[in-house]
């Protein structure tokens, strides 16, 4: 879910392993040379959608990475079964006040300029529940030092 921390959790994470580390919204951003906000305003969500896809899987087929995904990047079938069939996901989760808390200090998030950033939030968070529920671990991050989350994630890898 957008604004759980998923790009400083990956930074540390691949910093731990020695991993190469890839935020897919940021390299999708150095492609397109300009910011996903530009993205949807000037070519669409389903443009940025079909990007998405693209960016996400050809990373995949790569070896010793962590990928911070887009928000919306696991709802998509086919990039879900690549991840689960060659990755190890997590789903990082956190409390919805904390999010809307983190959100409301971001202008760079198209699918949020709606009037009401609390129903908004909740909304998509609802929607993607069940389908991050598929991760293969979830992690609760609420109020949870970055480093304690790192910490979890690779308890979990080693044992997997």
């Known amino acids: 879910m957008m604004g759980v921390g998923k790009s400083t959790v990956g930074k540390n994470l691949a910093e731990r392993l020695n991993y ?53 990047a696991f709802l998509d079938k086919s990039v879900r079964q690549e991840i689960q069939k060659n990755s190890i996901s997590f789903w990082l989760d956190t409390n919805l006040d904390i999010l809307i808390n983190r959100l409301k200090k971001t202008d760079k998030r198209p699918l949020l300029y709606q009037k009401n950033l609390s129903q908004t939030v909740k909304k998509i968070y609802l929607d993607r529940k069940k389908t991050y529920s598929k991760a293969n671990f979830k992690i609760k991050c609420d109020n949870i030092k970055t480093e304690k989350i790192v910490y979890e994630i690779i308890r979990h890898y080693e044992n997997s």
């Not at 305003?41 to 962590?66: A, D, G, P």
Request: charge should be positive.
């Open 20 to 72: 190469r580390f890839v935020d897919i919204d940021r390299l999708i951003e150095k492609i397109e040379g300009c910011s996903i906000k530009i993205i949807f305003k000037q070519k669409s969500e389903i443009y940025f959608r079909k990007l998405e896809k693209q960016v996400t899987l050809r990373e995949l087929e790569k070896e010793n990475i962590v990928l911070a995904l887009g928000g919306g």
